[in-house]
């Protein structure tokens, strides 16, 4: 079964203090992996897409990275608008395109 | 252009009744997703359609049911409300089979069963 791991559950941060957040998982092919960004209140907000280890991605602060079995989300120096729950989710080369299995996801406070 | 857009925004209802959500995928978007998002179970897929037709569908009772329309909109149902169905559902679209991943959602419908 697939499963999708995501940690820590919650990670609070000073502005400017950069750190990580991690993705594990197990897909019986993978097809894809994904990071989305969700505001309280909110719909989730894609990020990126990933689909090979060794594969890096970036946006502003964010950096995401792939390996066989984990993908990792950079937040180089934070900021307050960086503060959201941050979703990972894994697509199986056997599934349709629109069926995405999520993580439980990481929530990001960013303090002044 | 505007967004995904889900009605209600809102809904209350009692145990043992149904109902129907409605989203509204953007314009062009031909593929919409069904997800059910609780503090507990995080976001769980429900259905995809694409072109009127359901191309896959998740681990959920067939209490719960979808449809989609010629202009895309879609609509899913809940009969025989249970208060575990407490939730936001989430709709999401997307353009493109080859864009993976670019999936937009709309905000959601918070249902609440009592």
């Known amino acids: 079964e697939d499963q999708v791991t995501q940690s820590p559950e919650a990670l609070r941060l000073q502005e400017g203090e950069s750190s990580s957040l991690n993705c594990s998982y197990t897909v019986s092919g993978l097809r894809g992996l994904f990071w989305y960004r969700q505001d309280p209140g909110k719909g989730p907000e894609f990020l990126f897409t990933l689909y090979s280890a060794g594969e890096e991605k970036e946006k502003e602060r964010l950096k995401a990275t792939l390996t066989k079995k984990e993908s990792f989300l950079h937040i180089t120096a934070p900021k307050p608008e960086d503060s959201a729950t941050y979703l990972c989710?894994?697509?199986?080369?056997?599934?349709?395109?629109?069926?995405?299995?999520f993580g439980a996801g990481t929530q990001v406070v960013v303090t002044p | 252009k505007a967004g995904v857009t889900q009605t209600p925004r809102y809904l209350i209802k009692t145990r043992g009744q149904q109902v129907t959500l409605s989203c509204s995928p953007i314009s062009g978007h031909r593929s919409v997703s069904w997800y059910q998002q609780t503090p507990g179970q995080g976001l769980q897929f429900l259905f995809e359609?694409?072109?009127?037709?359901?191309?896959n569908k998740g681990n959920f009772p067939g209490r719960f049911s979808g449809r989609q329309f010629s202009n895309s909109r879609s609509e899913m149902n809940v009969s025989t409300l249970e208060l575990g169905d407490s939730a936001l559902y989430l709709c999401?679209?997307?353009?493109?089979?080859?864009?993976?991943?670019?999936?937009?959602f709309g905000p959601g419908t918070r249902l609440t069963v009592t």
């Open positions: 999401a679209s997307s353009l493109k089979w080859d864009r993976l991943g670019e999936q937009y």
């Open positions: 989710a894994v697509q199986a080369s056997r599934d349709s395109w629109g069926k995405f299995q």
């Open positions: 359609y694409f072109s009127e037709t359901q191309r």
